[in-house]
């Protein structure tokens, strides 16, 4: 059973930063695309980032480029989402999901529970 | 990027009733169009991918039409378990983008 576990969210300060964790499990992890998708409290879907199998390439949204990195750990199945300067608009429930349709831009089947991060001072 | 745009944000219906919701896409998008259900504290489900795929596991009561521009889910008889919000995405192009999401209530 393909299974991801999010974790690492918290209330941070406005420009500080936080680290977010996926771990997967079920599935080789190595062989997939996975993505950020968040969701703001009462608010719809946004995507936030793709990264490749081997993580050498990221697609990620304009609002978060520059504060925002992305990398994997295969050898742990492990994904990663390091958030720098962060804020308040940045609050939302972060999910991961297994790419699972290749085509354009990718869709998923897989999603995680998700990990809260609240921005606010 | 490509604007996707649900109607009706949100409606009330019955038990037995045959919902339909819209998406309409700012461009032509092929068939690169999936939708989700969400309930609240819950991560989004996938119902159909394709356009009119249905995901493994899910009821033959949910179907999904249309391509180019315009697309449809239908819920042929809406059931307790189907209230909730549902979600189109288009993944033809960076970003993925999703519609606004129609809630769909009991009446």
């Known amino acids: 059973e393909v299974q991801l576990v999010e974790s690492g969210g918290g209330l941070v300060q406005p420009g500080g930063s936080l680290r977010l964790s996926c771990t997967a499990s079920?599935?080789?992890?190595?062989?997939?695309?996975m993505s950020w998708v968040r969701q703001a409290p009462g608010k719809g879907l946004e995507w936030v980032a793709n990264i490749n199998p081997d993580g050498s390439g990221t697609f990620s949204v304009d609002s978060v480029k520059g504060r925002f990195t992305f990398s994997r750990d295969n050898t742990k199945n492990s994904l990663f989402l390091q958030m720098n300067s962060l804020r308040a608009e940045d609050t939302a429930l972060y999910y991961c999901?297994?790419?699972?349709?290749?085509?354009?831009?990718?869709?998923?089947?897989?999603w995680g529970q998700g990990s809260l991060v609240a921005v606010s001072s | 990027d490509i604007q996707m745009t649900q109607s009706p944000s949100s409606l009330s219906a019955s038990v037995g009733d045959r919902v339909t919701i819209t998406c309409r896409a700012s461009q032509g998008i092929n068939n690169y169009l999936a939708w989700f259900q969400q309930k609240p504290g819950k991560a989004p489900k996938s119902l159909i991918y394709?356009?009119?795929n249905l995901q493994s596991g899910v009821p033959s009561k949910f179907s999904g039409s249309g391509s180019g521009t315009d697309f449809s889910l239908t819920i042929s008889s809406l059931q307790p378990e189907d209230f909730a919000t549902y979600y189109c995405?288009?993944?033809?192009?960076?970003?993925?983008?999703f519609g606004g999401g129609t809630k769909v209530e009991f009446k």
């Open positions: 995405q288009q993944y033809y192009s960076y970003p993925p983008t």
């Open positions: 394709g356009a009119f």
């Open positions: 079920g599935f080789t992890f190595s062989s997939y695309w």
């Open positions: 999901a297994r790419v699972d349709i290749l085509s354009g831009s990718g869709s998923w089947f897989h």
